[in-house]
């Protein structure tokens, strides 16, 4: 029943290594996103798919690879993870809002990632 | 920069009470949406106004937004101790020829209802 899914919740991992977030949608949405919430709870966009093409990429550094392999999933590399990677991410969905659509976006529960 | 600024950031209210929410922004924007955000947990969409309306409800959610002035407002009429949360604004920006749309979160405001 789960709109939003992101797997793993909680993720600690040492600096350098290399991980990954999924996340997964049953709402039929076309669009899903990417958010960074750092420790003062700012929500800021990273990435976002529309039907599987790379349609917002903020300034993120390239270490950051998100990778759509169709609508419903949207997952999120992380190559040598560095301490200021700690956060909580967020993925969410939408439908295509394009060029001045209304929706409001439901979110998945978050992943909490922790580098030590 | 961050699109939208909230007002005041904490609030502290007892149950029954009314909680009002401010949220400026800066540029133009084709709607503004709100959202709920329990501890630990993800965002929830509460309500969305469109930059052509001026007053909405939902339950005991009221939102006005000012485009003139470029704010909103969010009205929690008989707080509850569960609608403890922090509660962020967000704006869906006009959008330019081509231009994705996406949206930007305000700052935040920590509700704390307390029996």
């Known amino acids: 029943d789960t709109a939003v899914s992101q797997t793993p919740k909680y993720l600690v991992t040492q600096m350098g290594n290399d991980k990954s977030i999924k996340c997964e949608q049953n709402l039929g949405h076309d669009t899903m996103y990417w958010y960074k919430q750092d420790s003062k709870k700012f929500l800021k966009i990273m990435f976002s798919?529309?039907?599987?093409?790379?349609?917002i990429n903020e300034t993120v550094p390239n270490r950051f690879s998100p990778k759509s392999p169709d609508k419903a999933h949207l997952n999120l590399h992380i190559n040598s993870l560095e301490l200021g990677d700690s956060a909580v991410y967020f993925c969410?969905?939408?439908?295509?809002?394009?060029?001045?659509?209304?929706?409001?976006?439901?979110f998945g529960s978050g992943t909490r990632l922790t580098v030590v | 920069s961050q699109q939208g600024e909230e007002d005041p950031q904490a609030l502290s209210i007892q149950e029954g009470e009314n909680a009002t929410m401010n949220c400026s922004y800066k540029?133009?924007?084709?709607?503004l949406q709100w959202y709920r955000q329990n501890s630990g947990r993800g965002l929830v969409h509460l309500i969305l106004i469109r930059s052509n309306e001026r007053e909405k409800h939902s339950g005991r959610l009221r939102v006005t937004l000012d485009t003139s002035k470029k704010s909103s407002s969010l009205l929690i009429t008989a707080s509850r101790a569960a609608d403890t949360a922090s509660y962020f604004c967000?704006?869906?920006?006009?959008?330019?020829?081509?231009?994705?749309?996406?949206?930007?979160f305000g700052t935040g405001t920590r509700l704390q209802v307390t029996l």
């Open positions: 969410a969905s939408s439908p295509y809002s394009g060029t001045g659509g209304n929706y409001g976006y439901t």
């Open positions: 798919y529309n039907n599987k093409e790379l349609i």
């Open positions: 967000a704006t869906a920006l006009r959008p330019d020829t081509g231009t994705a749309s996406k949206l930007t």
């Open positions: 540029t133009s924007i084709n709607n």
